[in-house]
C-alpha cells in the first residue's frame, strides 16, 4: 500500500511495509506540475503490464515495481484493485503512477484540489 500527499506543491508517494521490497523503492516524489491527474481505476489491474523491469508480479496477489509497454514507464504498488488510483505524469520517470492507497475517492479528492491550487 501507499501514502499519497501534497507537501509544497510536490506530490509525495511512500510506499508503505514489505512493499518496499517488492516494488524495489520506497518514495517517488514529483512537481505537482507534473501531474496531469489522477483517477480510482479498479479495473486496471486486468490491463496488460507490459515487461517487469525490475519488480514482482504474481497475478492476483500483487503487482509491484517498474514495468515497460508501450515505450512507457509505469510504477506499480497494488495487491487490491478495488483500490487502485492511477497517477498521470508528464516529463517524468514514469508515466504512470499505480498505486492502492487505503481511500481512493480521499486521495483523488486530495491530489484534485492540490493540482487546481497549484494551476491557479
Known sequence: MAKVRVDNDRLIVEIEGLDKLWALRSRLEVPLLNVRGIT???????????????????????TAGTFHIDGERVFW????????????????????????????????????RAIARSAA
Open 40 to 62: 480510482a481505476d479498479p479495473g486496471i489491474v486486468k490491463e496488460p503490464k507490459g515487461i517487469r523491469a525490475p519488480g514482482t508480479h504474481l497475478p492476483g496477489v500483487i
Open 77 to 112: 504498488d497494488v495487491r487490491d484493485p478495488a483500490k487502485a488510483v492511477v497517477i498521470e505524469l508528464r516529463d517524468e520517470r514514469y508515466a504512470r503512477v499505480v498505486v492502492q492507497v487505503a481511500d481512493p475517492r480521499a486521495t483523488v479528492a486530495l491530489v484534485e
